[in-house]
């Protein structure tokens, strides 16, 4: 049995890390008449609970860095906040180099990151094949490496936001699908679901890869594109050892990190079409997994314990958008994320608040990542995209 109410004066739609963080950061504000729908069974089913649990400051731009610089320390207090668990973990990222555009690109992005008080470490080739022998790196030029990023668990900061939010107020619904926005002279008045129709004054669209079906239901067409990505985890490895960082070879979009006693590891198919299709395509699979042996011999004694698929949410500039779309009154975006949104969660749900009940994000100037940013071309690219 759901129990829709009638009316409410905000709706989010979307249970993931975005619409999670948002309910309950506009319930720390007082501000409860909150619903939150979510058309699965569960909440983080969707991009938030397939991803790989990455938290890194290692950015190319401004924007980006300082989202992470206001966003990781939130997961730090996270437990503390909301008495929800997350298994912060701090084995640093380690980008691997094996071209030099990637070499001069990460020289910039790491005098950038030290401009912003973010202290990457630079390694040599030899370096790196000296502090992690388990590689096969002849071809790794050069490396960057922050030990300040890590890993925490998605699952976790979504129901850790859900639950504390549901304690403030915030009616929270699962199975509620939502199917049609209506308007009125272009302001929002309500919502239609599967489980009937709520009044409302205000929209906020957290559907992730999905965000831009949700946006057709008002015209506002969102260059959003679903990519599909899959990893996998290994059975148990005792060789890697326990301070074996996040690892990313750059030009392969290749990656692993211990996961339990093993490790996750994916490989992102720059030939993807794009799709909502969330099946293991096993073809890549393979290719993956010749190339992560190739780059991990160790791997090729470990089994495979379990392999899944989810949707990055890819914007031309690989940014999110945030904030009221001036086209509809009443309706707001936190969407896009484009494959590192996760990590980026908790900061967005306090921008998004202060963008609903202020009017614009005061703790960080996110302006530049407004919607209209397309229409009048003003891009900003991020370049350590995986
Ligand atoms: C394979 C993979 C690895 C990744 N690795 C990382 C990483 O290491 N670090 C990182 O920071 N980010 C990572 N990401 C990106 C990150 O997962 C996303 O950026 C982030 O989770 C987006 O959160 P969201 O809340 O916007 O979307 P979602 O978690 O997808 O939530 C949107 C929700 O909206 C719901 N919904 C959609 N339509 C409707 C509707 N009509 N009615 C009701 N509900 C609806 C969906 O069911 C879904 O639960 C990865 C993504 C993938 C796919």
């Known amino acids: 049995m759901n129990n829709l109410p009638a009316s409410t004066q905000i709706v989010i739609i979307g249970g993931g890390v975005m619409g999670a963080s948002t309910a309950y950061h506009l319930a720390l504000r007082g501000c409860t008449d909150v619903v939150l729908l979510e058309r699965e069974q569960f909440f983080g089913l969707g991009a938030t609970g397939r991803c790989a649990g990455g938290i890194r400051y290692q950015f190319s731009t401004d924007i980006n860095i300082r989202l992470s610089q206001l966003s990781l320390p939130m997961l730090e207090r996270f437990e503390d906040e909301t008495g929800q668990a997350i298994d912060l973990q701090w084995p640093g990222y380690l980008f691997l180099l094996t071209n030099e555009y990637d070499v001069a690109k990460f020289q910039r992005n790491v005098t950038l990151q030290h401009s912003l008080g973010i202290l990457t470490a630079w390694f040599t080739g030899d370096e790196i094949r000296r502090r992690i022998p388990q590689l096969a790196a002849d071809d790794v030029i050069a490396g960057t490496y922050h030990k300040g990023d890590g890993l925490a668990d998605p699952n976790g900061v979504v129901n850790g936001y859900i639950n504390a939010a549901r304690r403030l107020g915030v009616i929270t619904l699962t199975e509620t699908a939502v199917t049609g926005i209506e308007t009125k002279n272009d302001v929002i008045t309500a919502v239609r679901t599967n489980q009937g129709t709520i009044q409302c004054d205000i929209v906020v669209n957290a559907a992730g890869p999905w965000a831009g079906v949700v946006s057709e239901m008002v015209d506002v067409p969102l260059p959003i ?9 290994t059975t148990p490895m005792p060789n890697i050892p326990e301070d074996f960082p996040f690892i990313i070879d750059f030009a392969q979009s290749l990656y692993f990190h211990r996961e339990g006693n093993g490790l996750l590891t994916g490989m992102s198919n720059p030939y993807e079409k794009p799709g909502f299709d969330q099946n293991v395509d096993e073809d890549w699979e393979f290719t993956h997994m010749e190339a992560a042996i190739k780059r991990l011999p160790m791997l090729e004694k470990a089994g495979r314990q379990a392999g899944w698929a ?3 949410e890819i914007t031309p500039d ?3 958008i945030f904030g009221e779309v ?16 996760f990590m980026h969660g908790p900061i967005a749900g306090l921008l998004m608040s202060e963008f609903v009940l202020d009017g614009a994000a005061t703790t960080l100037d996110v302006s530049m990542l407004d ?10 690219q991020e370049y350590n995209v995986v």
């Open 225 to 233: 594109t679903p990519v599909k990505r899959q990893m996998l985890t």
């Open 326 to 341: 001036e086209q509809v009154d009443g309706y707001f975006l936190v969407a896009g994320f484009s494959g590192h949104g």
């Open 310 to 312: 989810g949707l990055y």
């Open 371 to 380: 919607y209209q940013r397309f229409a009048e071309g003003r891009l900003i």
């Open 318 to 320: 690989a940014h999110p």
